[in-house]
């Protein structure tokens, strides 16, 4: 299914709303009850928790639809009337211009129902037809909700696709479709302007051509007091090319199983930042399909989403904490979530940046969701810079070309027009690409945050390309002290195991672009915990206690296990743990029965009676150190009978990886479950994730 809204609109819309999302519906009751469209009853009373009928739902639209002066509400055809409605009946009015405008459509038999409630599934169809992102002839309902998700339409819904919604649900659907079409008004006025603008200045930048002559601060020198503009020489192509097939690339990994504590008594991993896997999911999803064999990383499902745990008090980078319940998918055993959470920098006192934009502008990178997004992505993340940070830009196709050289970030109009006027034609050369960045990086390096970011949608085909010449030439480069942070575009040929990859030997992270919400997300939103590392080489060692564990099983982070040994040895990488970020691990733990003894040949293996469950071990390295640090501490084995919220959305989280991957483990894991069990973890939800992961979970059911 295609998106029907241009990514600026979308990307307006985001920066205008500053509200969290946990006061979306007080705002969006303030703004209705303003705007004269919310009254209530004759006491006033909105009543928020009844139900809405879809005669009132209709009303609602109407008058959202007028007070932008939408055109489509002309009504004077009287042959389209419903057969249970008449002229005499108190939502005519409303409803009928709605009918002719194609927004409502009644049942087989021309009814309408106007008394009856109105479902979730049918206000996201009128939602999105309402907001002109969709016509009238899709797959009902998943195109329409899918469309209305992803467009921000159902924003503080609490309702499931088939329940009725409330009047509260109501308010918040009539408030964000009236943004939705006075910011796409303000951005239409706003483009028309521009482009006058540039007529009027006869103002144009060539396809591939870089700004040219000097910033404000003279040639760059690493200090973030100045830069330089640089001519590119790319050769051009007048035909952009991009798949019309599907060649996405994805490694699955074989599965976690369940391990003897007497043979196998430690559990060693690196913890895993990354969070493309959710974001690519939930494209899969809203463009109504499963998620490719693969593309599922459990740990990428649990960690995208913040939770409230403690930061650290003892002057550590991070804190750590643990819980131990009932599993939800089996009964019979435990559950225990290791958490860890990173200190947090406020933004005044972060350190400077050389950041080095390594943008791919090869053909594959024409389509809208490619390159278009790229742009928009990294104008969000270049307003949260300043005068300390400074920017180079290198691009990659046939050839390579420095674009910026160590532009002081104040110079944003410099840095907007040279990113704003790139342009995808020609092979990729990815390969020396990255080389000319990490170049650029060293020669600019500061005393702070220095780091690649790689956007691309990892298809690589001039040069060395393979996954282990690449991953060679990352190893190689990261004594320097440059981090990569990859960011992934795109859909038909996106190569999410190469970029993985890249990020993990890089001692960076990964996440996957798939809208400009995703891309405030990671660049604006939580831009410190994407690229200000607190610590780096992060390992956890677990050992268990064979008389309270019989077999343990880690979930998830099948690619981020490590041998024993790996534990103690420095030389060996690990993931690096962003400022302000969260990581979380579970093991399913089945239960000592009191048999824990294993007979060996030469020797014996009893279990040593201790109230451990389990003991947990953790290395890090600080940012630019180069000798780990250890922290340790005993996970006790009370059980808690009513589990955090944490504990339960991060749970939920954890089934639907292991129902997507069809794992031998799932036990009970059923969609219904995870909703259930998601519901009453969402907790403090600011800019309103968790709520629409239980909208995608939901969403699912239409696409099985």
């Given at each position: 299914?295609?998106?029907?809204?241009?990514?600026?609109?979308?990307?307006?819309?985001?920066?205008?709303?500053?509200?969290?999302?946990?006061?979306?519906?007080?705002?969006?009751?303030?703004?209705?009850?303003?705007?004269?469209?919310?009254?209530?009853?004759?006491?006033?009373?909105?009543?928020?928790?009844?139900?809405?009928?879809?005669?009132?739902?209709?009303?609602?639209?109407?008058?959202?639809?007028?007070?932008?002066?939408?055109?489509?509400?002309?009504?004077?055809?009287?042959?389209?009337?419903?057969?249970?409605?008449?002229?005499?009946?108190?939502?005519y009015n409303y409803i009928m211009p709605l009918k002719n405008a194609n927004i409502i459509n009644g049942y087989e038999n021309q009814a309408f129902m106007p008394n009856e409630n109105i479902l979730f599934k049918e206000a996201a169809k009128i939602a999105a037809v309402s907001a002109g992102i969709i016509s009238t002839n899709k797959n009902y309902p998943l195109d329409y909700i899918a469309a209305a998700i992803d467009n921000g339409?159902?924003?503080?819904?609490?309702?499931?696709?088939?329940?009725?919604?409330?009047?509260?649900?109501?308010?918040?659907?009539?408030?964000?479709?009236?943004?939705?079409?006075?910011?796409?008004?303000?951005?239409?006025?706003?483009?028309?302007?521009?482009?006058?603008?540039?007529?009027?200045?006869?103002?144009?930048?060539?396809?591939?051509?870089?700004?040219?002559?000097?910033?404000?601060?003279?040639?760059?020198?690493?200090?973030?007091?100045?830069?330089?503009?640089?001519?590119?020489?790319?050769?051009?192509?007048?035909?952009?090319?991009?798949?019309?097939?599907?060649?996405?690339?994805?490694?699955?990994?074989?599965?976690?199983?369940?391990?003897?504590?007497?043979?196998?008594?430690?559990?060693?991993?690196?913890?895993?930042?990354?969070?493309?896997?959710?974001?690519?999911?939930?494209?899969?999803?809203?463009?109504?399909?499963?998620?490719?064999?693969?593309?599922?990383?459990?740990?990428?499902?649990?960690?995208?989403?913040?939770?409230?745990?403690?930061?650290?008090?003892?002057?550590?980078?991070?804190?750590?904490?643990?819980?131990?319940?009932?599993?939800?998918?089996?009964?019979?055993?435990?559950?225990?979530?290791?958490?860890?959470?990173?200190?947090?920098?406020?933004?005044?006192?972060?350190?400077?940046?050389?950041?080095?934009?390594?943008?791919?502008?090869?053909?594959?990178?024409?389509?809208?969701?490619?390159?278009?997004?790229?742009?928009?992505?990294?104008?969000?993340?270049?307003?949260?810079?300043?005068?300390?940070?400074?920017?180079?830009?290198?691009?990659?196709?046939?050839?390579?070309?420095?674009?910026?050289?160590?532009?002081?970030?104040?110079?944003?109009?410099?840095?907007?027009?040279?990113?704003?006027?790139?342009?995808?034609?020609?092979?990729?050369?990815?390969?020396?690409?990255?080389?000319?960045?990490?170049?650029?990086?060293?020669?600019?390096?500061?005393?702070?945050?220095?780091?690649?970011?790689?956007?691309?949608?990892?298809?690589?085909?001039?040069?060395?390309?393979?996954?282990?010449?690449?991953?060679?030439?990352?190893?190689?480069?990261?004594?320097?002290?440059?981090?990569?942070?990859?960011?992934?575009?795109?859909?038909?040929?996106?190569?999410?195991?190469?970029?993985?990859?890249?990020?993990?030997?890089?001692?960076?992270?990964?996440?996957?672009?798939?809208?400009?919400?995703?891309?405030?997300?990671?660049?604006?939103?939580?831009?410190?915990?994407?690229?200000?590392?607190?610590?780096?080489?992060?390992?956890?060692?677990?050992?268990?206690?064979?008389?309270?564990?019989?077999?343990?099983?880690?979930?998830?982070?099948?690619?981020?296990?490590?041998?024993?040994?790996?534990?103690?040895?420095?030389?060996?990488?690990?993931?690096?743990?962003?400022?302000?970020?969260?990581?979380?691990?579970?093991?399913?733990?089945?239960?000592?029965?009191?048999?824990?003894?294993?007979?060996?040949?030469?020797?014996?293996?009893?279990?040593?009676?201790?109230?451990?469950?389990?003991?947990?071990?953790?290395?890090?390295?600080?940012?630019?150190?180069?000798?780990?640090?250890?922290?340790?501490?005993?996970?006790?084995?009370?059980?808690?009978?009513?589990?955090?919220?944490?504990?339960?959305?991060?749970?939920?989280?954890?089934?639907?990886?292991?129902?997507?991957?069809?794992?031998?483990?799932?036990?009970?894991?059923?969609?219904?479950?995870?909703?259930?069990?998601?519901?009453?973890?969402?907790?403090?939800?600011?800019?309103?994730?968790?709520?629409?992961?239980?909208?995608?979970?939901?969403?699912?059911?239409?696409?099985?």
């Amino acid at each position: 299914m295609k998106k029907q809204i241009s990514l600026l609109v979308a990307s307006a819309m985001l920066l205008s709303s500053s509200a969290a999302m946990a006061a979306q519906s007080d705002e969006a009751i303030k703004s209705m009850q303003n705007a004269g469209i919310v009254i209530g009853d004759e006491n006033g009373d909105l009543q928020l928790d009844s139900p809405v009928t879809r005669a009132e739902f209709s009303k609602l639209i109407y008058e959202v639809l007028e007070s932008e002066n939408s055109s489509i509400l002309n009504f004077d055809d009287t042959s389209l009337e419903f057969s249970d409605i008449n002229s005499d009946f108190w939502a005519y009015n409303y409803i009928m211009p709605l009918k002719n405008a194609n927004i409502i459509n009644g049942y087989e038999n021309q009814a309408f129902m106007p008394n009856e409630n109105i479902l979730f599934k049918e206000a996201a169809k009128i939602a999105a037809v309402s907001a002109g992102i969709i016509s009238t002839n899709k797959n009902y309902p998943l195109d329409y909700i899918a469309a209305a998700i992803d467009n921000g339409l159902m924003d503080g819904v609490q309702a499931l696709s088939e329940q009725a919604i409330s009047r509260s649900d109501a308010i918040n659907i009539a408030y964000n479709i009236k943004n939705f079409l006075n910011l796409k008004t303000e951005i239409s006025n706003a483009e028309k302007a521009k482009q006058d603008e540039t007529n009027n200045n006869n103002y144009n930048y060539t396809p591939q051509q870089s700004v040219t002559g000097s910033t404000s601060g003279g040639s760059g020198n690493g200090s973030g007091g100045g830069g330089s503009a640089i001519n590119s020489s790319n050769s051009t192509s007048s035909v952009p090319w991009y798949p019309s097939f599907d060649t996405e690339e994805y490694t699955k990994e074989d599965e976690n199983i369940f391990k003897n504590p007497l043979t196998s008594p430690f559990s060693t991993f690196s913890i895993d930042v990354d969070t493309a896997s959710y974001s690519n999911m939930r494209r899969f999803i809203l463009n109504g399909h499963m998620p490719k064999y693969g593309s599922i990383r459990t740990e990428e499902l649990i960690n995208y989403f913040d939770y409230d745990y403690p930061l650290p008090e003892d002057g550590t980078p991070f804190s750590v904490s643990s819980e131990t319940a009932v599993c939800p998918w089996n009964s019979d055993n435990k559950l225990t979530m290791i958490s860890i959470k990173g200190d947090e920098i406020p933004i005044e006192e972060r350190k400077p940046s050389n950041l080095v934009f390594l943008i791919d502008v090869s053909g594959s990178m024409f389509s809208e969701n490619k390159l278009p997004l790229v742009k928009k992505s990294l104008n969000l993340l270049l307003s949260r810079l300043d005068e300390r940070d400074t920017i180079s830009l290198v691009t990659y196709a046939n050839g390579t070309n420095i674009v910026l050289d160590s532009v002081n970030a104040s110079d944003k109009e410099t840095i907007k027009n040279a990113v704003f006027s790139l342009q995808a034609c020609g092979g990729t050369n990815g390969y020396d690409g990255i080389n000319k960045a990490y170049e650029l990086a060293e020669k600019n390096l500061k005393d702070g945050n220095n780091r690649i970011i790689l956007c691309t949608d990892g298809d690589f085909n001039i040069g060395p390309s393979s996954t282990t010449e690449l991953e060679q030439l990352v190893t190689e480069k990261r004594s320097k002290g440059i981090f990569v942070s990859v960011l992934g575009f795109g859909t038909g040929n996106y190569k999410d195991n190469r970029m993985e990859i890249l990020a993990d030997k890089g001692d960076g992270n990964y996440a996957y672009i798939d809208n400009i919400k995703e891309a405030k997300k990671v660049l604006a939103d939580e831009m410190i915990k994407t690229l200000y590392p607190i610590a780096k080489d992060v390992k956890l060692q677990v050992e268990f206690n064979p008389s309270k564990v019989k077999e343990y099983r880690l979930v998830g982070y099948e690619n981020r296990i490590l041998n024993n040994e790996d534990f103690e040895n420095d030389e060996k990488d690990a993931g690096e743990l962003g400022a302000g970020a969260v990581v979380t691990a579970f093991y399913e733990i089945v239960p000592a029965d009191g048999t824990e003894t294993q007979d060996f040949r030469y020797r014996d293996t009893n279990a040593k009676p201790s109230d451990e469950l389990m003991y947990l071990k953790i290395r890090y390295k600080d940012p630019d150190g180069t000798e780990s640090k250890l922290i340790e501490e005993p996970i006790g084995s009370n059980i808690n009978s009513n589990p955090s919220e944490n504990f339960k959305f991060a749970s939920a989280a954890a089934q639907l990886g292991m129902i997507l991957n069809d794992s031998e483990y799932k036990g009970s894991a059923t969609l219904e479950n995870v909703i259930k069990q998601a519901q009453s973890g969402v907790g403090e939800d600011e800019f309103g994730f968790k709520h629409e992961f239980i909208q995608l979970v939901d969403l699912i059911k239409y696409i099985n």
